[in-house]
């Protein structure tokens, strides 16, 4: 097993001494977008969404269907089926609602499930085509097994990136062997050198991840507080290129003595970066400068990380895709915590 490890050797916002420098995103083109309902008769609950082709597929819990996954018209709202069994047989996982990446090519769903140490793939064409042999399991490298769920994804050529295994921040990896691992973290310029542990634990519980379509790059960024980083993967190893501080965290920590602390958002924070969608030209983040948002506002990175523009809506984001930069498909959660399906033009 041969592991390729990258570093940074051009990142940016960083003082003299490598510690991180802040400095708030500035956005010179503003946008409101109209919000357009498609969907608020299905019972929608917290749950993840990804665009394929005319689709979209929503993970999560609804009245209808104790199925894992809804599929929807991406043009009509109009729900169509449902997929993938809950529970801990064959080709079953154990989440309601789980986090899930795309093969956009293939259309076909993959999901790790953190408490069975697997990984499920559902085709999309099977489901729609009512084939009862949609679903297999995949066996990847023991390293792989214990990323968390939230922060893994199909990159290309069946290769997958997992983010904070128990060894590693971030891994690639394929069925039959791992191919390169980083544990390399941004110094956020907060912690002593003997608590390191408790910003890279900051990472984990307020970072959001997204890939992109073509698998050779990623993004991950923070919330409640803001560092973006965008990774470049070029199929041997995986190295960060930009690094932006936004701004800097002011956490809450829990077990600072422990190997394992814990941190807790820290609401007098700005938003910072909540969740991210890339695409082949753009990184899409939900974002906001304030400590006090509604998550209606979409920001627009090209992949140097610098700002493009910023997009105002009325909804309230809990979860969010691009498809072709031209559309955001949104679950919008409403005033009543009820949540529907919306489409905003870009």
Not at 243 to 258: A, H, L, V
Not at 312 to 338: C, G, H, M, V
Request: some cysteine; overall charge negative.
């Amino acid at each position: 097993m041969a592991i390729a490890i990258g570093f940074c050797s051009s990142c940016t916002n960083k003082e003299s001494n490598g510690k991180m420098k802040y400095s708030e995103p500035i956005f010179e083109k503003e946008i409101n977008a109209d919000m357009k309902v498609l969907n608020n008769t299905f019972l929608f609950n917290y749950g993840c969404l990804k665009v394929v082709d005319s689709l979209i597929v929503y993970s999560g819990i609804t009245d209808i269907s104790d199925k894992n996954f809804h599929v929807f018209s991406k043009n009509t709202g109009k729900y169509l089926t449902s997929f993938g069994n809950i529970g801990r047989a064959f080709g079953e996982i154990s989440m309601q609602g789980p986090k899930f990446s795309i093969d956009k090519n293939n259309k076909t769903v993959y999901v790790f499930d953190s408490m069975l140490k697997k990984t499920v793939s559902y085709s999309i064409d099977k489901v729609l085509a009512g084939n009862v042999d949609y679903v297999k399991e995949i066996v990847l490298p023991s390293a792989m097994s214990n990323v968390v769920s939230s922060k893994f994804f199909y990159l290309k050529d069946d290769t997958f990136l997992g983010g904070y295994t128990y060894s590693d921040r971030f891994l690639i990896c394929s069925e039959k062997d791992s191919i390169a691992a980083s544990n390399f973290y941004p110094d956020l310029g907060v912690e002593t050198e003997d608590y390191k542990k408790i910003e890279e634990a900051y990472y984990l519980f307020t970072g959001a991840m997204s890939v992109k379509p073509d698998g050779s790059m990623f993004a991950h960024a923070t919330g409640r507080g803001c560092v973006l980083e965008i990774w470049e993967n070029n199929g041997t190893n995986i190295t960060p290129s930009v690094i932006k501080g936004f701004f800097k965290p002011n956490y809450i920590t829990r077990d600072r003595e422990s190997r394992f602390p814990t941190v807790l958002p820290n609401s007098e924070d700005p938003l910072g970066i909540y969740a991210l969608s890339c695409t082949d030209k753009h990184i899409y983040a939900i974002y906001d400068n304030m400590v006090t948002s509604t998550r209606g506002k979409i920001a627009v990175f090209d992949w140097k990380g610098d700002t493009e523009k910023i997009y105002q809506t009325s909804a309230r984001i809990e979860a969010f895709d691009i498809d072709n930069d031209k559309t955001a498909y949104i679950l919008n959660q409403k005033d009543d915590d009820s949540i529907e399906l919306v489409s905003v033009a870009l």
